[in-house]
């Protein structure tokens, strides 16, 4: 394998950059200049340069979705002509994007829609889409095909077959002939299209309760997995014939519970059996392939106590490895040749850069890499190790002053119980440069979504443009947080609005009690469960925060698994009965449901949400605002019409923050 020469990357990084910015430089804080005023809040929640970023099978062609004001653009060019042209895309919501071939990019992106045969009033459908980069021609999957809307239930990858390139997706057959939909009615179907005129062409068909697919790299069907709700029942079944053009599913393995059900993860190391991931039982926290008899292998990855998820071969989609949760994600690959490659990255960037891949051409050697460090907000650089050339192809928050980025330092505290708490803290920029004491700041607690999520040490905008207000921001996580093992997750469980609560106010008192914080300027802040904390921050735990935003955030437990029911008919999924784990008992609900404690509220309140969240319906902050104005409470509502969980309209995501900034400068001034 050719040695990557860092010094060549060095010198060509600007002949194939979209912005002219180097490599991941570092900067000391000692030779930055003094801030003379903080960025505009559109810098850091504006969005960044590359929103989806894919390498093109032969290495030779990148695609990038980015985003101006609330419009989408596909740039595409390629690597050694990088003269780049565009398509517009109109203010599509872009969930993902990769090569059918090396003339046509695949985008999904997804809409607000409510659809017959779906349960519940509306959902995010994915769609996705075929497009020519020659010619601009877009092609969407399962347009006008009888008895399918024109969504993607999942599936969708790259196939290459004795013919050529194509794409497979699968979709549920919902209508019959005479146009009468129902939930059930309708089998799920894996196809595979063209990438011209879509041709599609079915691969199998599975039973209604088939939720996935598993597809080897030339669009042979391995498996597929049936989850039965009513019966609490997860199904394997692989393809035992899979040389022959008629698959043939065998029932491989089964599990029943309500809750912790294995996960098909993707195919094993032999292209034949499959890797499951088990929740519960005997195999809990394991990794295991299961080959179409049912024998169980053993266990794939011996370190069972650490967070970490599978790494597949970008061209024979086999286990490869397993990425590592940790501050920064660890990649640890068995596949000689992929380990080669990950190993001699720290070689091409400079002493304290973080690095991940992003993405691979069909010949591994060439890939796209992310890179950031303590002042760069992110780079992304395109390596050949055929040839030990390079190009840094785009720059994050390229008009973001590196004096103005401070990095996240990682932080442990005790709970009130004991319990090790694992959480970053961010500093005002004026700290690191001036050199003064960080002694009595003002703070304001991040909490994270999920809850079943984490935070990382990778640039975040939210709390870098809180930080350049003059803020501390402490982002701990909490119990039940992902990425600490099993046990720190379900310790979680019916501590929903109590020690999960706790130990957000207990990193507060941990920061006070070392003289970093002014426990007189403490507020909170967070979107989606870490809404929720705002608001149970406000109203369950008072006496710790001068106020609260709550973006998207649910207020009424026993109205949000309500509102989740209607959206399965019904029936208890393990999503649901996961939910009501972690919320206790159902008696001691309306205990933890700010709009039902709304009297207690302790400091003023921002309620911020977008009408087409499907996620937290906005009704969880209609409810909030009732109760605190019957209450005679502080309460301000800002609703954003379009803006969907994710905050993906980026002009509303701008006012957002402006809005939530404002609130903060004037009930706990920086």
């Given at each position: ?15 194939g ?28 929640a ?21 985003q ?21 895309l109109?203010p ?7 090569w ?13 829609r ?8 509306r959902?995010e ?37 004795p ?97 912790d ?18 929740n519960?039982?005997e ?8 080959s ?10 011996p ?12 061209v ?49 050697r ?5 890179v ?76 994270h ?12 905008w939210?709390p ?13 996580d ?49 979107a ?67 709009a ?50 994710w905050e ?23």
């Open positions: 394998m050719t040695i990557f020469n860092r010094r060549h990357l060095l010198t060509t990084a600007g002949a950059a979209i912005t002219a910015t180097a490599l991941a430089r570092s900067v000391r804080a000692a030779d930055a200049p003094a801030p003379s005023g903080p960025p505009a809040i559109e810098i850091y504006g969005s960044p340069l590359v929103d989806q970023i894919a390498l093109s099978p032969n290495g030779q062609r990148i695609a990038i979705v980015t101006k004001g609330d419009e989408k653009k596909l740039l595409y060019y390629d690597i050694a002509n990088p003269a780049p042209k565009s398509i517009a109109g599509a919501k872009v969930r993902d994007l990769f059918g071939d090396n003339d046509h990019v695949i985008l999904a992106d997804s809409e607000t409510a659809l017959a045969g779906f349960a519940g009033y959902h459908f994915l769609l996705a889409r075929s497009i020519d980069v020659n010619t601009a021609q877009i092609t969407t999957f399962f347009y006008n095909m009888g008895g399918f809307y024109n969504i993607v239930m999942g599936d969708l990858q790259r196939i290459k077959t013919e050529g390139y194509r794409v497979t997706a699968s979709n549920y057959r919902l209508q019959t002939d005479d146009g009468v939909n129902s939930l059930y009615d309708g089998k799920l179907y894996l196809y595979s299209f063209s990438l011209d005129k879509a041709a599609p062409r079915m691969i199998c068909d599975a039973s209604p309760e088939a939720v996935r697919f598993t597809v080897g790299p030339d669009g042979t069907p391995i498996a597929y997995v049936e989850q039965i709700s009513l019966h609490n029942e997860w199904r394997l079944y692989i393809n035992s014939t899979p040389g022959d053009k008629d698959p043939h599913f065998r029932l491989a393995y089964s599990m029943k519970d309500p809750v059900l294995p996960s098909l993860e993707g195919i094993g190391r032999d292209g034949q059996s499959v890797v499951v991931f088990f519960k039982g195999n809990q926290g394991e990794f295991r392939e299961i179409a008899d049912g024998t169980l292998s053993d266990p794939l990855d370190d069972a106590q650490l967070d970490r998820s599978p790494l597949f071969h970008p024979t989609r086999r286990l490869a490895g397993f990425r590592y949760a940790d501050d920064w994600p660890r990649d640890d690959y068995f596949d000689p040749m992929l380990k080669k490659l990950a190993e001699a990255l720290p070689q091409v960037v400079d002493a304290g850069d973080r690095v991940r891949i992003v993405d691979f051409a069909e010949d591994p060439k890939m796209i890499i992310y950031e460090n303590a002042h760069n907000a992110g780079n992304y650089v395109f390596i050949d190790f055929t040839t030990g050339g390079g190009s840094t192809v785009a720059t994050n928050y390229a008009t973001l002053p590196p004096e103005w980025i401070t990095e996240k330092q990682p932080i442990d505290y005790k709970a009130a119980d004991g319990l090790d708490i694992h959480a970053y803290l961010t500093l005002p920029p004026e700290v690191a440069l001036n050199g003064r004491p960080a002694k009595n700041l003002p703070l304001v607690v991040l909490p979504g999920g809850p079943w999520s984490r935070d990382f040490v990778d640039f975040d939210q870098q443009v809180l930080a350049s207000r003059g803020y501390a921001v402490l982002q701990p909490f119990r039940g947080s992902s990425g600490h093992g099993r046990a720190f997750m379900d310790a979680g469980n019916g501590e929903f609005g109590r020690k999960m609560q706790t130990d957000l106010s207990d990193g507060v008192r941990a920061l006070v009690k070392q003289g970093l914080v002014d426990p007189k300027r403490v507020a909170i802040l967070g989606s469960y870490g809404g929720y904390a705002a608001l149970a921050g406000a109203t369950l735990d008072p006496g710790v925060y001068n106020c609260a935003v709550s973006i998207a955030g649910l207020s009424d437990p026993r109205a949000f698994v309500s509102y989740l029911l209607e959206s399965t008919n019904n029936m208890d999924t393990p999503g649901i009965v996961h939910w009501r784990q972690v919320l206790g008992d159902k008696s001691d609900w309306d205990d933890i449901a700010p039902r404690q709304a009297a207690k509220a302790s400091c003023p309140i921002l309620l911020i949400h977008g009408t087409d969240d499907t996620v937290v319906p906005i009704d969880q902050s209609r409810r909030m605002e009732s109760a605190l104005k019957a209450a005679g409470k502080d309460v301000q509502f800002i609703t954003y019409k379009g803006q969907d969980h993906t309209v980026g002009s509303s995501r701008i006012e957002m923050m402006k809005a939530a900034l404002a609130f903060l400068d004037k009930h706990n001034p920086a």
